[in-house]
């Protein structure tokens, strides 16, 4: 942390001199150059390398789509072997979604959110460290399986049994499996940020109706991931348990089913779609107002919308499943669900359309990108409902027309909005304008290249051609088609190549851009272009939803430092903890400066994938402590920690450091991890009571292996701990902590006693977990209670040591408020898990 | 207590997501209950629509809906007892339960006219 000498600036009052707290703010936020930068932690500089990192990904999964187009240009071609081909398919799906659709976006929400919202970074800066390094080393992971040509070859959904090792005995699924697992952690870690950031981050008097939309668009994304990828997460741990240890989750001989696969991939596949399209029709719902220079129609109905979307979207996943055999009435009811998402979906595109008609819309380049979304992503919605149509599913299943709707609505309703949003941004980036030429020329061959590769296979689809086929035999009435989608698919290539030129000279050779150069309405442009690390000298108080429209001299008065906080002398990184819900101030939150800690993690981490790709296992664990212990290390240094916040003086009037309060938003990420914690066991739950209600071969032994007796010693261990640290949270928020040390070391004895009664009852149980499913996912159940229960106890280790190191107390009682959730969380998945595991297979037998 | 009750006000956000997850709630009990008894106890088909199953089936149905409408009804009213931000939150609140009642209502309807095994 740094330290400036100098007496506090009083709030409210003017700055005597704005250099010199320019200067201040810099020395405290600003940028370590050489080595050091990777210690960044600030959102401007990681979102944007999201972003880069994102289209580099981006090229590379479009070359592979080149590459397939090619092979699929002309019959009979042999310009790849099959097993490349797959191999180039799989790929290109998979980079992606996984690499470049759901990264980019929340790269850009990275970027823009504290800066729309009047906050000077997000709310766990070295998460968002941790996030980045998780993703660029998992991504590199992944694509270099291309180089070594062991790349994952089942497609990118990895259906088993293809993906099992029995049918894919090479390393591709693994890589896949670990891979993608490892790229989550990533997607995990900005979802909690951007919900905590946004619901607790926002400017004085921003409240939730005030606030803009992109943040709306962002929180229900960010909350959906946060729900969504748990559940895939689960199955890429299953199949990754049966492929490495022979686990029988998804072979129907051992009891197992590869229909479980299916429904735990769709479970996060199918919000995975508006996952990528809702930040996208947030950047459409930012623009159109500003280029038809008026607000937009019915801000209520697109609240309304978003939300709808969110949740419609969970209730759809059975629709890629409708020929697998599931009854009729059951597809009945996903078939209406899918017909009900294009309700919020329709309703957008009216506020849109009501939006420009009301206005006086300008044509700038951004806007004809957003015209291009309009046209292809309204194509791409219809004939998604024609596929909700079970009788028509059935007939164009697993054709080119599934392939063409899909990259109508990914394409159209993420890249064309997306560029859109890149074009608009791209002045507050850079400070520097695009070329209009280029830029317009690239949309026209994108626009009409795509249209000649996907509107074409359409028509492939219903004349029958089957998707991912390495070739086909010439008479099938597919030639021309195929030739000219291929051809039209490197007059796309042409026009992306054009637009990624426009991006890279505009660096150097674009016209200097003025200050809000489209006049925006929301906070962000009131920045300097390109931003500074801090984003705003001082926070101003929002009592509209377009801020810069009814205050024009906004930004110079921030910029002077007129509004709050405009105080650098303490030397700590601060921005307003405000309520969720008016935009009240409540606290300061402190953020934790930069920090070696995440990319170490990370890197024990990459070691702990390369180790179970390569089947070192003791390696693996090894990695895994050093990943723990540099975890842990990280967490110590937070709250009253000298080098978080050593002491808690703050401005008269201001209102008490976070950590000095109960009230801090590490409850609220707490809360969210848990939240997806929770949707990683609803799904290890589905999976149980799944394949003991469907698998045709579920064996369940006439007496369970566990023991009751022991498997309550532990739930009771655990309990107890948990009521004694609910007590110890009540006294501190009546500012007592006597006996705060002793009671953290009893309930982390109480922890790890219940993790030894565990581990007994696991060990004595002498399950079977390469013969039979459900003793695997027996197995996989007791782990995750051991896994949640160690650390539960080690937390709680780790606050009596704090509170000796006087880091916790009653001056400093945030912390065990924060573990205290977790503990929570513990008993009741405990419970949950001997009600299922011990208790109902007595209670209903096999 | 008094920070639960006032949670469960009809001007809270919270109902931004209440009737969502009722939706949510009620899609799943009727897509599992249908499997599950698919799975343990299928009627025979010459039955037809007249099972068990079906009758249960909407049973919950109209659980659901009738639950929703109330709160439909009574965000719509309360909006209009409030402005500002109030009354942005019933209203909003207020559509999003009309639309989970209709969600049901048009979801449940294949009950009326398929079999539940078939």
Redesign the interface.
């Known amino acids: 942390m740094t330290t400036i000498n100098r007496e506090v600036t009083p709030q409210g009052d003017l700055p005597e001199n704005p250099e010199r707290l320019h200067n201040d703010l810099h020395e405290i936020w600003g940028n370590p150059r050489g080595l050091k930068a990777l210690t960044i932690v600030n959102h401007t500089t990681l979102g944007l390398r999201f972003m880069v990192t994102g289209m580099v990904f981006f090229l590379i999964g479009g070359l592979l789509a080149m590459l397939v187009r090619t092979q699929l240009a002309l019959p009979d071609q042999d310009f790849m072997s099959p097993d490349i081909y797959n191999q180039v398919i799989t790929m290109h799906g998979t980079v992606m979604m996984f690499l470049f659709a759901i990264p980019m976006l929340e790269g850009l929400a990275i970027y823009m959110i504290p800066k729309m919202i009047g906050a000077r970074d997000l709310v766990c800066p070295r998460l968002t460290s941790l996030g980045y390094w998780c993703y660029l080393f998992g991504g590199i992971i992944l694509t270099f399986s291309l180089v070594l040509e062991m790349a994952p070859d089942s497609g990118w959904f990895m259906y088993t049994p293809l993906s099992s090792s029995e049918y894919s005995p090479n390393l591709g699924s693994d890589f896949w499996l670990l891979g993608i697992t490892f790229v989550e952690i990533s997607a995990l870690s900005a979802g909690v940020e951007l919900v905590v950031s946004i619901l607790r981050t926002r400017t004085q008097g921003m409240a939730l109706h005030k606030m803009p939309l992109f943040a709306w668009y962002i929180l229900a994304m960010a909350l959906m991931i946060v729900v969504g990828f748990p559940p895939l997460i689960l199955g890429s741990i299953l199949l990754e348990l049966e492929r490495a240890v022979g686990m029988p989750f998804f072979e129907v001989a051992g009891g197992g089913d590869p229909i479980l696969w299916q429904h735990l991939f769709w479970l996060f596949g199918h919000p995975e779609v508006y996952i990528i399209f809702l930040p996208a029709a947030g950047i459409v719902s930012t623009l159109i107002p500003v280029f038809a220079g008026r607000p937009i129609v019915g801000y209520g109905w697109v609240v309304f919308a978003i939300i709808t979307t969110g949740f419609i979207s969970f209730g759809l996943w059975v629709h890629h499943m409708f020929t697998v055999g599931i009854p009729q009435l059951a597809q009945a009811f996903f078939s209406a669900a899918s017909m009900l998402v294009a309700v919020p979906t329709a309703i957008q595109v009216f506020v849109w359309l009501a939006t420009l008609w009301l206005g006086k819309p300008k044509m700038k380049l951004p806007m004809l990108w957003i015209m291009g979304f309009l046209i292809i992503f309204v194509c791409g919605g219809l004939t998604g409902v024609m596929l909700a149509l079970v009788p028509f599913n059935w007939q164009v299943h697993d054709t080119h027309f599934v392939v063409a709707h899909m990259h109508y609505v990914l394409v159209g309703g993420m890249f064309f909005p997306l560029i859109a949003g890149l074009y608009y941004w791209l002045p507050l980036f850079s400070g520097r304008m695009p070329s209009e030429t280029l830029g317009k020329w690239g949309f026209w061959l994108t626009f009409l290249g795509f249209n000649g590769t996907f509107l074409i296979m359409h028509w492939t689809g219903l004349l029958g051609m089957p998707r991912r086929v390495y070739s086909y035999e010439t008479g099938m009435g597919w030639d021309i088609f195929n030739l000219l989608s291929s051809m039209s698919s490197f007059v796309m290539s042409a026009g992306i190549a054009m637009v990624l030129l426009d991006f890279a000279l505009h660096f150097r050779f674009g016209k200097p851009a003025k200050h809000n150069p489209w006049n925006a309405d929301t906070l962000e442009w009131a920045n300097s272009m390109p931003p500074s690390a801090y984003n705003f000298v001082s926070l101003p108080k929002i009592e509209t939803r377009h801020p810069l429209w009814d205050d024009p001299d906004l930004p110079r008065a921030m910029a002077a430092g007129e509004h709050s906080l405009a105080v650098a002398t303490h030397g700590r990184r601060e921005m307003w903890g405000t309520d969720p819900l008016t935009g009240k101030v409540r606290e300061i939150i402190h953020l934790p400066g930069n920090s070696w800690w995440p990319l170490f993690a990370a890197m024990a981490l990459a070691v702990v994938c390369i180790s179970l790709l390569t089947r070192l296992y003791p390696l693996a664990g090894i990695a895994v402590v050093i990943a723990a212990l540099f975890l842990l290390r990280w967490s110590w240094e937070n709250g009253a920690h000298p080098k978080a916040a050593p002491d808690a003086h703050v401005a008269p009037g201001d209102p008490s450091l976070h950590s000095r309060t109960m009230d801090g938003p590490g409850l609220w990420a707490m809360s969210i991890t848990m939240l997806a914690n929770g949707s990683f066991f609803l799904s290890y739950l589905f999976g149980w009571f799944y394949l003991w209600t469907v698998s045709p071969e579920w064996r369940m032994p006439e007496t369970s292996p566990l023991s009751l007796v022991g498997l309550v010693v532990a739930a009771v261990a655990l309990t107890v701990g948990g009521g004694i640290l609910e007590k110890l949270v009540r006294g501190l928020r009546q500012q007592r902590d006597a006996g705060l040390a002793i009671g953290m070391f009893s309930i982390s004895a109480l922890g790890f006693v219940q993790v030894g009664v565990t581990l007994w009852v696991l060990l004595s149980a002498n399950l079977a977990v390469t013969e039979t499913s459900h003793d695997a996912i027996i197995m996989v159940g007791l782990a995750y209670a051991l896994l949640h229960g160690g650390l539960g106890a080690v937390l709680t280790l780790l606050q009596g040591l704090r509170v000796g190191y006087g880091y916790v107390g009653a001056h400093a009682p945030f912390e065990p408020a924060v573990v205290a959730q977790l503990w929570r969380y513990n008993v009741v998945t405990f419970w949950i898990i001997v009600g299922a595991l011990a208790v109902l297979p007595r209670v209903i037998g096999s | 207590m008094t920070t639960t009750m006032q949670r469960l006000h009809l001007t809270?956000?919270l109902h931004?997501?209440i009737g969502?997850?009722l939706?949510?709630t009620w899609?799943v009990a009727?897509?599992g209950g249908?499997?599950?008894a698919?799975?343990?106890a299928p009627p025979a088909p010459e039955q037809g629509v007249f099972t068990l199953v079906n009758a249960l089936l909407l049973v919950v149905s109209f659980v659901a809906i009738g639950i929703l409408a109330a709160l439909t009804v009574g965000c719509y009213r309360m909006a209009k007892h409030h402005q500002?931000?109030l009354r942005?939150?019933a209203?909003?609140s207020a559509?999003?339960y009309l639309?989970s009642t209709l969600?049901v209502v048009?979801?449940a309807?294949?009950?009326i006219g398929?079999?539940?095994?078939?």
Request: hydrophobic share 55%.
């Open positions: 809270h956000p931004f997501v969502l997850t939706w949510c899609f009727v897509y249908h499997a599950v698919c799975a343990v500002g931000r942005f939150n209203t909003v559509g999003l639309f969600g048009f979801a309807m294949p009950i398929i079999p539940p095994c078939l």
